[in-house]
């Protein structure tokens, strides 16, 4: 753990604690929403980079 305890250290990075004064039932039921998000983002961010490269592609072609 860190000084101020919000933090702790493997193999010299810094991850963030988990709150002590959140009940574990809740705590696992945040976590699976914020994995959900993540997961919903990263879908979203590779179709808008498939978009993309096929705009670019299509770009390439008429040239």
Known sequence: MTDDDDHFVVKGRRWRATDPAIPPEVAVELRQLLMAARRTSVRRCGRAR???RSR???GL???
């Open 61 to 63: 072609r008429k040239g």
């Open 56 to 58: 670019w592609e299509r």
């Open 50 to 52: 498939t978009r993309r």
